[in-house]
């Protein structure tokens, strides 16, 4: 998980994953796309793209300028219903380093690999799954910290959910989950900053004591829509959009 930052604040989140040697951020199209101010990929262009990557950093953001080839942007899905979507895309980031201290520093989760395991899913409301995401809710503006004039902060957030239903829209599958607030009154009333953000599977086990099996990444967070008021739903797009559409846009898309 990564929070994404342009022109210091938060424009949403992200996950770090690789198909054989090409890495980068799998996120929601509207994120990168429909950003104000925009972002620049041209070339020459002065732009970066910030990334949350620690927790507690107390270091400057890490950065990848935009304008020097470091990067590009694969649209995998552009949406034809803000409600629905269909709302992906694939900030590739080249070998560089740049790349190589992101690599040093955080994992990539690996599509390839699980895409057989992530096809053959089939996730209902008995399965767990975890979402996962930044928040611009309560974040902090402090002054003169760290040697920098201003510092923000901008917190994460990871929580248990089920599914409560399915659909399917352009040929793309997506998932409610649900978000209750009579169980906690620490919940963000907003997930503003959360798109693009991950939904997980998680198996849990017990023998001696309760844990869980390495959690598989599951879909991609874009919407979200107050229900009632205690309950809000967040919208993802499920297996088939991640393991099929996704890896499909990033073959097709030729590494320069």
């Known amino acids: 998980m990564v929070g994404l930052i342009h022109r210091d604040d938060l424009v949403g989140s992200g996950t770090l994953v ?20 925009k972002f620049d990929f041209s070339a020459g262009s002065q732009d970066s793209l910030g990334l949350i990557i620690e927790p507690h950093e107390r270091a400057h953001r ?18 034809t219903v ?3 979507g269909p709302d992906l895309a694939f900030i590739e980031i080249k070998p560089c380093h740049h ?5 040093a520093r955080k994992s990539f989760f690996n599509l390839g690999v699980n895409r057989g395991k992530g096809l053959q899913m089939d996730l209902g409301e008995k399965d767990l799954v975890v979402i996962s995401g930044f928040c611009h809710e309560g974040h902090t503006t402090e002054a003169d910290k760290d040697g920098f004039s201003l510092v923000k902060g901008f917190k994460g957030f990871t929580g248990f959910t089920s599914i409560e ?21 620490d919940l963000p009333k907003s997930f503003g900053g959360y798109s693009g953000g991950g ?6 086990t017990e023998d001696e004591k309760v844990g869980h099996r390495s959690p598989m990444f599951a879909g991609v967070i874009f919407y979200q829509e107050q229900i009632s008021g205690t309950r809000k739903i967040l919208r993802c797009h499920l297996t088939n959009s991640v393991y099929r559409h996704a890896i499909d846009a990033i073959t097709q898309t030729k590494a320069e």
């Open 18 to 37: 690789r198909l054989g040697d090409r890495r980068g951020i799998l996120t929601a199209y509207h994120v990168i796309h429909d950003v104000v101010p």
């Open 62 to 79: 890490f950065e990848i300028p935009l304008g020097v080839e470091v990067t590009t942007v694969i649209d995998i899905a552009k949406p």
């Open 82 to 84: 803000e409600e629905l």
């Open 99 to 103: 790349l190589n201290e992101l690599d």
């Open 165 to 185: 239903n399915r659909r399917e829209h352009a040929n793309y599958d997506l998932c409610d989950v649900g978000v209750d607030y009579s169980l906690h009154d």
């Open 199 to 204: 939904l997980w599977h998680v198996v849990v």
